[in-house]
């Protein structure tokens, strides 16, 4: 038996990151995690020669006021490089076409239909306009703000994909608002987040939250402002394990079998290896998982946690000759119809992640939770080979990953769960926990989140 300050459950970015704030500040941390490696889905490694990711990744808000730079220049002893993204380009039959960043531009993009494209931007503008004047518009899904049954199939397809693009939801499930909050663009000031006396964050502007669509729609140019870290994704992940000071124990394969509490207060848990005991609990495992951790939960959270939403993602990474030339742009393109993708050439960022001669894509898929994986594997991988003719001639690697890339979807209906719970002590972190932006930005809301309410709680100098 041994106590520390604090202990963290989960050895990915955001349990990560937790024990890098809390140890800033003097605290005794334990890291648990139950995989033999740490970083989960924030990691790169080699396969064949080639180095992968956890699925392809752009990081957003990047930008002064973004939560992970407010992180990294408060609490990293260095921060890795990171490198424009590039642009995004939309694959059709004729090719690459860039997506369009000013309202001029969309309406005149000729992969959807002229018709289409007014009646989205006329009917996504109303919306937009009753949402800025105050009716409450998140039950209201994608697919009903739009006069689906007017819409071509194309149309109908490209919607289904953006949607899952920014809930991990097809369009019936993906409220309207997510189109104008979107992933990125959320202007705030992170130290008024840090520092805001109500730890709701109320005082988020909504109409400052400036998304994709919303700046298209006021007739603003978009600018991404994402990046990726020049050596990988681990990059991130090495960084924090970097700045971590030695007040870190960290265990892996060590998983956490239960969270000990007395008086409806956490105290520590127990191990597959035993227990371990602190003053504050961060539990950065699924939120929709605690039950299992904490047997004596009210009923009512309970029933929140079982409304959390997921989807699933299936990337595949081909490694090609040089001479398969459709790859040659820094930045993503997407694939709308029929089985849709999200493609990333990485090996454009650093010529290291492929051996000399070859290049590396990754194709991320959202796939269906109940078909087979094996069936799911062979139909993405057709698809690949519909899209790209002649690509099986330059194919050098072909490396599958499975994963749920955010613990929860933004859905209509949904549960997002916030930091506290009904234990006290007993923290949430992870994207499963604060609705802004999307992954690892998300998980880095949670934790600036999560400082705002420990100072408040529990440490004062945190
Ligand atoms: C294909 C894909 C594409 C993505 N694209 C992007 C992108 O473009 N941009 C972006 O910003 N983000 C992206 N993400 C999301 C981003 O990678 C994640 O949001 C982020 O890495 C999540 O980190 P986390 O620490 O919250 O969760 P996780 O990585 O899931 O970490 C949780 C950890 O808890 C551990 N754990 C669970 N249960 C226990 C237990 N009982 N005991 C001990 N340990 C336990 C797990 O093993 C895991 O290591 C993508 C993810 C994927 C998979």
Redesign the pocket.
């Known amino acids: 038996m041994e106590n520390y300050d604090s202990i963290v459950?989960?050895?990915?970015?955001?349990?990560?990151l937790s024990a890098l704030v809390l140890s800033k500040s003097g605290k005794k941390v334990l890291v648990?995690?139950?995989?033999r490696k740490?970083?989960?889905?924030?990691n790169s490694y080699l396969v064949n020669g080639y180095q992968v990711d956890?699925?392809?990744?752009?990081?957003?808000q990047l930008h002064e006021g973004g939560p992970l730079r407010y992180l990294m220049e408060n609490y990293f002893d260095y921060i890795p490089a990171f490198v424009d993204y590039g642009d995004y380009f939309i694959r059709d039959k004729d090719g690459l076409k860039e997506v369009p960043t000013t309202l001029t531009g969309y309406l005149t993009m000729d992969v959807l239909p002229r018709k289409d494209r007014l009646i989205i931007a006329q009917s996504l503008t109303k919306m937009l306009l009753s949402w800025q004047f105050g009716t409450d518009i998140s039950n209201i899904s994608v697919y009903q703000s739009l006069p689906w049954n007017t819409l071509s199939s194309d149309t109908k397809e490209f919607m289904d994909t953006f949607s899952y693009f920014l809930s991990g939801k097809s369009a019936k499930e993906t409220s309207v608002q997510r189109m104008f909050v979107g992933g990125g663009f959320i202007e705030e000031d992170i130290e008024k987040d840090i520092t805001h006396e109500n730890s709701e964050h109320q005082y988020i502007d909504k109409f400052k939250r400036m998304s994709y669509v919303s700046r298209l729609l006021n007739n603003n140019k978009v600018n991404y402002n994402q990046y990726y870290p020049r050596n990988g994704?681990k990059a991130i992940l090495n960084a924090i394990l970097y700045s971590l000071p030695e007040t870190v124990e960290i265990k892996t394969n060590?998983?956490?079998?239960q969270i000990i509490t007395e008086n409806n207060t956490a105290k520590g848990v127990l191990?597959n290896e035993g227990s371990y005991f602190a003053d504050t609990i961060i539990y950065?495992?699924?939120a929709k998982?605690l039950p299992r951790?904490v047997t004596d939960l009210p009923a009512s959270y309970v029933s929140d946690l079982s409304r959390i939403k997921q989807s699933k993602?299936l990337?595949i990474w081909l490694g090609l000759d040089e001479e398969f030339e459709e790859f040659n742009y820094t930045g993503g393109e997407v694939w709308f119809k029929q089985k849709p993708f999200w493609a990333m050439p990485i090996s454009n960022y650093n010529k290291s992640f492929a051996p000399a001669g070859k290049k590396l894509v990754g194709f991320?898929f959202s796939i269906d939770e109940n078909s087979s994986l094996e069936s799911e594997k062979s139909d993405a991988y057709e698809t690949i080979l519909r899209v790209y003719p002649g690509i099986n001639k330059h194919i050098d690697m072909i490396h599958y990953?499975m994963?749920?890339?955010?613990?929860a979807s933004m859905a209509i209906n949904g549960f997002i769960a916030g930091i506290t719970t009904p234990v006290k002590n007993l923290y949430l972190?992870?994207?499963d926990v604060d609705e802004r932006s999307?992954?690892?930005?998300?998980?880095a809301y949670?934790i600036v989140k999560l400082i705002t309410v420990l100072r408040k709680e529990q440490i004062p100098n945190l």
């Open positions: 459950i989960g050895g990915g970015v955001s349990g990560l648990l995690e139950k995989n740490l970083g989960n889905n924030c956890t699925g392809p990744h752009a990081i957003t994704l060590t998983a956490v079998e191990t950065s495992a699924f998982d951790y993602s990337t991320m990953q994963t749920v890339p955010e613990k972190v992870g994207t999307m992954g690892i930005t998300r998980a949670s």
